[in-house]
């Protein structure tokens, strides 16, 4: 009897070495409809580093070997470092290098923030873990910039390209990161119910004392935090480290043992005599602390599209170099209404998301921008952030049993999808925050009304279901139980007018007859026959060279 050896067959390249901005048609599409072509060159690098194989090879460590905290040294003394592996390090090191955080802050022009959400929509897809930091430090510049003298001592660090891991005071660092401690355990998102309290110093500085149930990133160099100072309550910064080295009153308690997000460290924390600093006006901290929601909810909602982009290219790659029943999978017509599908879903999140970074471009220049970026981050937080774990879990059965092994980035981004619908605020949260910026913010429907009525005219679905929503807007407006569905309905409109602006017309088309057309289940793969889906479906496989 011979012995066989048996081949491997039929299994599907690696997606590395390629360009990940260059590979998708509507990325440069998006930048040069925003303006942000003059980052183009920065863009391709950035996509030639995230699509490498090196960097997959990191993130797929960073996520194996998690952080772990050491609470004391060998003597017994109490240090409250965590211990990341070095590929963490890596890649962050690379972002910052990339100024994944501080573009818009550092290149204060035209197109610059979506320049700079751009960079992150294409790091979120390759390793969500380190875009915590990154997202946090690019959302706080603005409240810091409130104190001249905070900003004095922390403006350069938290927008240096150079990223230093070390754990330590600020005049030791080159570059510094931000995190946030805002939520406790009886409040949750009710940060009216927060307990922590602050004790005047005399010296300008105040102490904090109580407990954070979730501190996101507790090794950062600084962070915003919430207290009590009597009845009311004011926000702090407060840095990690004092000058002489010392942790500055921040004790660990625990790392939080997450379903995905597995590299970043998040953590339960006292706060013992931390010493801190009030920004904003004392008593009004909600106001200040959230006041980065908005830079931060719209980049959550670019970090996720990028995640669904990154789904359906791994979904449409796999599809078209594996074979079934003697045929490609691509060339399949049921797959291929499934990968229509998804590429529709991720392009008009990503117009979506752009659209209102676009608008914080222009917000100094124009009001109405302004009011756009506000009444829209919470509409585009919502609804990209609630259908990617849908559209992720699809794409991973669009490779069958091997998307689900932790060696396929699938599985990474499957456990990832869940979290930004949670983070800077549940769904519930943020549909009431849509109300009450459509109820309080002057201007706010008008300017939703101007920009839909933008693409007025060019598709007769489109604008019957405008006038449905004009019909139907006030009443939902005051019944408080249907926030979600005109949260769902607002976004649904802003994409499809999004895509009849700018997206090629089949794009368009697809979208509308489907999101916008009566019977619409949600679920992928419900394209109607006249839909060209193949054409949709190779549109979507990543070009790779």
Not at 67 to 95: K, T, V
Not at 377 to 397: F, G, H, M, Q, S
Request: glycine residues 8%.
């Amino acid at each position: 009897m011979t012995s066989s050896v048996w081949q491997v067959s039929n299994q599907v390249p690696v997606l590395a070495e390629y360009d990940a901005f260059a590979a998708d048609p509507v990325l440069p599409s998006i930048v040069a409809a925003f303006g942000a072509d003059w980052a183009k060159e920065r863009l391709h690098e950035a996509g030639r580093t995230v699509g490498s194989a090196r960097v997959q090879e990191l993130a797929y460590l960073a996520n194996r070997y998690t952080p772990e905290l050491r609470a004391f040294d060998r003597f017994g003394n109490r240090i409250d470092e965590i211990a990341f592996h070095p590929a963490w390090h890596e890649l962050m090191g690379l972002a910052i290098g990339q100024e994944t955080h501080a573009l818009a802050w550092n290149r204060p022009e035209p197109g610059a923030q979506v320049a700079r959400a751009m960079l992150q929509y294409l790091w979120y897809g390759t390793e969500p873990g380190i875009c915590c930091p990154i997202n946090m430090t690019y959302a706080a510049v603005p409240v810091l910039k409130q104190d001249p003298l905070l900003w004095e001592q922390w403006g350069s660090l938290v927008t240096s390209n150079r990223y230093d891991p070390r754990q330590g005071p600020a005049h030791l660092k080159t570059g510094a990161t931000v995190g946030t401690a805002m939520t406790e355990t009886q409040g949750g998102s009710d940060l009216r119910q927060t307990q922590t309290y602050a004790e005047h110093n005399g010296d300008g500085t105040w102490s904090l004392h109580g407990r954070k149930w979730f501190f996101s990133v507790p090794h950062s160099d600084v962070f915003l935090t919430l207290a009590r100072t009597g009845e009311a309550i004011s926000c702090f910064v407060v840095p990690g480290w004092l000058p002489d080295g010392a942790r500055n009153g921040v004790a660990i308690q625990r790392l939080k043992e997450k379903v995905g997000n597995c590299s970043s460290a998040s953590s339960e924390v006292e706060f013992r005599g931390a010493i801190g600093h009030l920004i904003g006006e004392q008593g009004r901290g909600i106001r200040t602390g959230l006041s980065m929601n908005h830079n931060s909810r719209l980049d959550i909602a670019a970090a996720s599209a990028g995640l669904m982009r990154m789904a359906v290219s791994l979904a449409a790659h796999h599809a078209r170099h594996r074979r079934a029943f003697q045929k490609a999978l691509i060339d399949q017509p049921i797959m291929q209404n499934v990968l229509a599908d998804l590429a529709l879903e991720a392009e008009a999140a990503a117009w979506l998301a752009f659209r209102l970074f676009a608008a914080l471009d222009r917000q100094e220049e124009s009001a109405s921008e302004r009011l756009l970026a506000r009444v829209g981050a919470p509409i585009a937080k919502y609804w990209i952030t609630r259908r990617a774990p849908a559209l992720v879990a699809e794409a991973l059965e669009c490779h069958g049993g091997n998307g689900f092994i932790e060696e396929n980035p699938m599985a990474r981004l499957y456990r990832e999808a869940p979290l930004n619908a949670i983070w800077e605020g549940s769904g519930n949260v943020i549909c009431l925050d849509v109300l009450r910026s459509l109820a309080r913010e002057a201007g706010a429907v008008d300017v939703l009304r101007a920009e839909l009525m933008a693409a007025a005219g060019g598709d007769r679905r489109y604008d019957a279901a405008l006038k449905r929503l004009e019909d139907e807007l006030p009443e939902m407006m005051r019944n408080e139980g249907q926030a979600r569905r005109l949260t769902e309905w607002l976004a649904l409109m802003l994409q499809a007018s999004l895509l009849l602006r700018f997206a090629p017309p089949a794009v368009a088309d697809a979208f509308i007859v489907t999101r916008l057309g009566d019977g619409w289940s949600g679920q992928f793969g419900d394209l109607p026959p006249a839909v060209d889906a193949a054409a949709l479906a190779r549109r979507a496989v990543p070009a790779v060279s």
